[in-house]
């Protein structure tokens, strides 16, 4: 045989055994209820869980199997901005404040050198009134529940302001998690039995509603001291954190909507209906994305976390090639999905930092901050505890859009008509 022969088939053998070995595989996975942070630490602590949900019954999944594979997953490997440490959300459907307000607290250090820890719970305190206002304006046809979107903070801090962590945590009687199942569940049936009575007096229900939550998770307080000086929600707002919420945007890539244009994004939690979001092709909101955070911005961003390629185990997140090959992700792909429901809205991040070209391989990864359950799996002392990373076809994919301050996308925002 011709030595040219004998060397080519090595080489084409060589490289199939390298794809043979980057093909990513799945795998069948049986655990147990009641294991994980979730279970372990945050259901102990809401006392109203029925038992049931604690029973350990086995139940199996697919997810991709990421053991031996060489993977970012520790935060010190990351170019990052600073931001507050990960702390819990607990049982509460408020991803969009934590990961909201933990991004206006980084946004409050980069332009004012300033440390800070603003309350969480105050401002989904504020956004259940303003979501039982509409449900009362609009006699029931408005949705109620625990989530809304990341843009939310800015328009509840123009009306209420913000207030210190200190000053309101959400949690009494000796709570250590955040728990608003029940008092949501109170809330709304107060709301639906005005459609029965058909008593829209707003003063009234507004004004039940706050008593079902000062219940709950405490009266919020209308003044507060911060070194040494008095200050209401709104001149904290204004004259303490110095911050304007006019100045962010909402940056969306979903191919239903006329690119260039602001739009809706049509889910749930955007139940006020907004249409301020600059939706831009894919690669433009990938491209915006990667240089605010090498630029030292973070960003707040919500999409889809039910998938199989994140893993609670190695806290990482990647797009396995049995859903679709890397090559393959464009707007069509995150479209179908979107418009299928497989791609749902179903959790909100902080982005905090990168790592660009891992290795050589040309990806880029991410450093996310969160506070969901599911990032604190692994025990309190890991670098992992509080943290996803993610690969760039994940956020390609499934990461449907992002908060940022409008300066760092100034160049985006010039291609849209005045």
């Known amino acids: 045989m011709n030595k040219s022969f004998i060397t080519i088939g090595i080489s084409v053998i060589f490289c199939l055994n390298l794809q043979a070995q980057n093909v990513s ?15 372990e630490s945050i259901l102990k602590d809401v006392t109203a869980v029925e038992e049931k949900l604690l029973e350990k019954e086995p139940y199996k999944r697919f997810e991709m199997d990421q053991s031996g594979m060489d993977l970012p997953n520790n935060p010190s490997l990351y170019t990052t901005v600073w931001s507050n440490p990960s702390i819990s959300q607990g049982n509460a459907g408020t991803c969009w404040s934590f ?15 300033k440390r800070v820890k603003i309350s969480e719970v105050y401002s989904a305190y504020c956004e259940y009134i303003e979501k039982a206002r509409r449900f009362i304006e609009k006699r029931g046809n408005s949705v109620f529940s625990e989530g809304s979107e990341g843009n939310a903070i800015a328009r509840i801090m123009k009306t209420y302001g913000a207030v210190p962590e200190d000053a309101y945590t959400g949690l009494i009687d000796g709570r250590k998690y955040h728990s608003h199942a029940k008092m949501v569940e109170e809330m709304t049936a107060f709301l ?3 459609k029965i009575s058909n008593a829209w007096n707003m003063d009234y229900a507004l004004e039940t509603v706050k008593s079902i939550m000062n219940h709950y998770i405490g009266i919020p307080p209308a003044e507060f001291v911060v070194e040494g000086k008095k200050y209401t929600p709104q001149s904290y707002l204004k004259d303490y954190l110095q911050i304007n919420p006019d100045d962010f945007v909402e940056i969306l890539s979903y191919k239903q909507e006329p690119y260039w244009q602001q739009v809706e994004y049509k889910v749930s939690d955007n139940w006020w209906h907004n249409k301020d979001y600059y939706n831009v092709p894919l690669d433009d909101f990938m491209a915006a994305l990667k240089k605010a955070v090498k630029a030292g911005y973070s960003l707040s961003i919500g999409g889809d976390v039910s998938e199989p390629g994140f893993s609670r185990e190695t806290n990482c997140a990647l797009i396995p090639d049995f859903d679709i090959p890397s090559a ?6 995150r479209q179908f999905r979107f418009s299928n429901e497989t791609t749902t809205d179903d959790h909100g991040m902080q982005v905090i930092g990168y790592l660009e070209n891992y290795k050589g391989t040309g990806k880029d990864w991410y450093l996310i901050k969160d506070s969901s359950s599911g990032s604190r799996n692994v025990e309190s002392s890991n670098p992992n505890f509080g943290y996803y990373f993610f690969h760039e076809d994940y956020i390609k994919l499934k990461m449907m859009g992002f908060t940022v301050h409008k300066d760092a996308v100034k160049e985006l925002l010039k291609k849209f008509p005045k």
């Open 25 to 39: 595989k799945g795998k069948v996975v049986t655990e147990e209820k009641g294991k994980g942070f979730y279970f």
């Open 328 to 333: 393959y992700i464009n707007e069509d792909a």
């Open 192 to 194: 639906n039995s005005l």
């Open 99 to 113: 990961s909201t307000t933990s991004f206006y607290e980084s946004e409050v250090l980069r332009q004012h050198n």
